[in-house]
């Protein structure tokens, strides 16, 4: 991570990694835009048990049963108000994540995190690519959200009726 007064190791204006930037809760994020599918207004969702507390539910996306993913409780683990839904891609297939405001599609410059377990903390180190600002505002830019795990797969086949 760059440290206050270092310069950024790409100086151009608006280079990095293009993204859409959104809020989660209080957290400022960002997803590669290559793993954006859409964003949409939230659907209904229906509770799935046995899930994971950042697992909000399941829903039906353009006729899938979709799991629906809390990004503020997966990151810093309080519920925001739900705004929006991103889909994204897996390799499983799509996920909504819920987000708050959307704040658009920009080149986002981020340093690696390695991993750092003081920043991050615990599991959430896979889910986090880099650190960088917008503006006066740290930002973490997630990399692929693919990585959910096999028994929010698993819940939401049952409750579609179709095998994982």
């Given at each position: ?7 950024s190791?790409?100086s ?12 989660a ?32 539910g ?12 809390d ?15 991103v ?8 996920i ?28 959430n ?6 650190v ?6 740290p930002?973490l830019?997630?990399q692929?959200?693919?990585a959910?795990p ?15």
């Amino acid at each position: 991570m760059r440290q206050y007064g270092q310069a950024s190791a790409l100086s151009d204006e608006g280079a990095g990694v293009i993204s859409l930037v959104f809020r989660a809760g209080p957290l400022l994020c960002a997803l590669p835009l290559d793993e954006v599918i859409e964003t949409m207004r939230p659907l209904e969702t229906r509770a799935l048990a046995g899930t994971p507390a950042f697992v909000r539910g399941i829903t039906v996306l353009r006729g899938v049963p979709t799991p629906v993913i809390d990004v503020s409780r997966l990151l810093g683990g309080a519920t925001a108000q739900a705004e929006r839904y991103v889909a994204v891609r897996t390799e499983r297939g799509a996920i909504a994540l819920v987000t708050g405001e959307i704040l658009g599609i920009r080149g986002v410059e981020a340093e690696p995190t390695g991993g750092h377990p003081a920043l991050l903390g615990g599991g959430n180190t896979r889910l986090v690519a880099g650190v960088g600002t917008l503006g006066t505002e740290p930002l973490l830019l997630l990399q692929s959200m693919r990585a959910v795990p096999d028994e929010v797969w698993e819940a939401a086949a049952a409750a579609s009726g179709v095998p994982s």
